[in-house]
């Protein structure tokens, strides 16, 4: 059972705030592949997993941009797992320190 974390609460909503901003530049940019090169980190980790089925092709991404039924799964998968980052690390933290205070 996935714990209460604050500190995985907290980099989660870093993760979403960041990715909304390059979202919103990248929609609102005029040049076409430097709009993606500014959204493509919002994309990681799991954001790639779900263009290769729109895509075709392993190597070629054509607009992941404006695609919003790949925007928003990559958005909560990817939140998902940076809620689930910050908890392992408040857990591995907690643990260390209550090891070295006995």
Same mark, same amino acid.
């Given at each position: 059972?996935?714990?209460?974390?604050? #500190?995985?609460?907290? /980099?989660?909503?870093?993760?979403? %705030?960041?990715? #909304?901003?390059?979202?919103?530049? @990248?929609? #609102?940019?005029?040049?076409?592949?430097?709009?993606?090169?500014? @959204?493509?980190?919002?994309?990681?980790?799991?954001? &790639?997993?779900?263009?290769?089925?729109?895509?075709?092709? /392993?190597? &070629?991404?054509?607009?992941?941009?404006?695609?919003?039924? /790949?925007?928003?799964?990559?958005? %909560? #998968?990817? @939140?998902?797992? &940076?809620?689930?980052?910050?908890? @392992?690390?408040?857990?591995?933290?907690?643990?260390?320190?209550?090891?070295?205070?006995?």
């Amino acid at each position: 059972m996935i714990r209460r974390s604050k #500190t995985g609460l907290v /980099f989660a909503g870093l993760y979403v %705030i960041a990715a #909304t901003a390059m979202f919103f530049v @990248a929609l #609102t940019c005029s040049s076409d592949w430097m709009c993606d090169l500014i @959204a493509l980190p919002a994309f990681v980790p799991a954001g &790639y997993l779900y263009w290769l089925p729109f895509s075709g092709q /392993f190597n &070629y991404i054509p607009d992941p941009v404006r695609r919003w039924e /790949f925007i928003i799964p990559a958005l %909560i #998968t990817n @939140a998902a797992l &940076y809620y689930l980052a910050g908890s @392992a690390a408040e857990l591995l933290f907690k643990r260390l320190f209550n090891r070295s205070a006995k």
